[in-house]
């Protein structure tokens, strides 16, 4: 290993292609701009292609397009860009085409604040899309994780054939931190047909997981891909039972592994009387915070959200029964606050620590949510 002082928009960019990312169609759009830049530098470098698009949607209809003939692909962009996309993320999901897009957030509505800081996109990375259809998603709080959590989000991507979001948030995306990267990762490698053309092969039909084995256009093999709703042959079918299949299946086969994909983690909570939930750049105020609450004798802990989607909830449970309050710290008007209430079932309070003034957090200010909570103050 050799340290480098690196961006986070650099490190997401370079975990990408030790994943395995041959190919990058983007639009620049800050704060993510970086990310492209990277790749339009390096992909050469490694046989890879870089393409600037013309727009939003085009650079994300390229990225599946890519990905159905074999090629591990990624693009990148912000709150306005992420919008523009929904329709082609739903039609990865549907279709099952492995893809990553990263989303470094910015305050928002529409063009909003594109320098600052936000995690205003939450719940659109979840729900943006219509109709019915899980996601992953992931949020690093670190400029090397940003490139850890890039490699995971290539590989979930491929293990499941759906696309995943990197959401970064701009605070990480601008960051430059000392980094050591490792000299190689693990690499999930893009799935192949267990069946011949003469042996029965059905491009849809799931295998043990419940995730098909599709084969790269070219392979010889005849696919049909459509965002229709379509049995194990590709080619649309207007059956109720062959919908509902469909849908539990792209569920199922997400849900199924549980708690291997959400990451968590705590920091002092082992005696915490009072719990501080974050994710990316602000879980870097809310350690610091608990570290002072600490070196003042309360007894304050944090759980750190990695995994965004699939949802943690047994980790707020196992928090939400041991402790008298928990206040949700995030760059926006309130969001994850509200699912973080669902998942402790009324177990202990929990407060929302908001900002939403394109500046990022002090750890003044999550202290004070705290300290409200602990003197029966906090906004419920």
Request: net charge negative.
């Amino acid at each position: 290993m050799k340290a480098r002082l690196m961006q986070g928009n650099e490190a997401c960019a370079e975990g990408a292609i030790a994943a395995g990312v041959r190919f990058f169609a983007g639009y620049p759009i800050t704060p993510s701009t970086e990310i492209a830049e990277t790749m339009a530098r390096m992909l050469p470098l490694c046989g890879g292609k870089f393409l600037q698009m013309e727009d939003e949607i085009a650079s994300m209809g390229a990225i599946l397009g890519a990905s159905l003939a074999g090629v591990k692909s990624m693009d990148a962009t912000s709150g306005p860009g992420f919008s523009l996309k929904q329709e082609l993320i739903g039609y990865g999901a549907v279709a099952e085409i492995p893809c990553v897009l990263v989303n470094v957030q910015r305050v928002g509505p529409s063009t909003g604040q594109p320098t600052a800081p936000s995690q205003g996109d939450v719940m659109q990375v979840r729900w943006g899309t219509h109709g019915d259809h899980p996601i992953i998603a992931l949020s690093p709080w670190s400029v090397r994780e940003t490139y850890d959590a890039t490699v995971m989000a290539v590989n979930y991507s491929e293990r499941f054939r759906t696309p995943v979001i990197l959401l970064m948030d701009e605070i990480v995306g601008h960051l430059r931190e000392r980094v050591e990267l490792p000299d190689s990762v693990e690499i999930y490698p893009r799935r192949q047909p267990k069946k011949t053309r003469a042996e029965g092969y059905q491009p849809y039909e799931p295998d043990e997981d419940l995730v098909p084995n599709i084969a790269d256009f070219g392979k010889g093999y005849h696919i049909h891909v459509t965002g229709l709703i379509h049995d194990e042959t590709g080619f649309p079918v207007g059956s109720p039972e062959v919908t509902e299949k469909s849908i539990r299946r792209l569920h199922e086969k997400i849900a199924r592994v549980g708690e291997e994909i959400i990451h968590t983690y705590e920091y002092c909570m082992e005696d915490a009387e009072y719990a501080v939930v974050a994710f990316g750049g602000t879980a870097r105020t809310a350690y610091e915070t608990v570290r002072r609450m600490r070196e003042q004798g309360k007894k304050v802990g944090m759980l750190r959200l990695m995994t965004i989607w699939p949802f943690a909830d047994a980790a707020i449970k196992r928090v939400a029964k041991k402790v008298k309050g928990i206040v949700v710290a995030e760059l926006n008007y309130g969001q994850i606050v509200h699912e973080v209430r669902r998942a402790a079932e009324g177990r202990c309070e929990v407060a929302l620590c908001g900002k939403y003034n394109m500046k990022a957090f002090e750890p003044e200010e999550i202290e004070e949510a705290v300290k409200a909570m602990m003197e029966g103050g906090a906004n419920k």
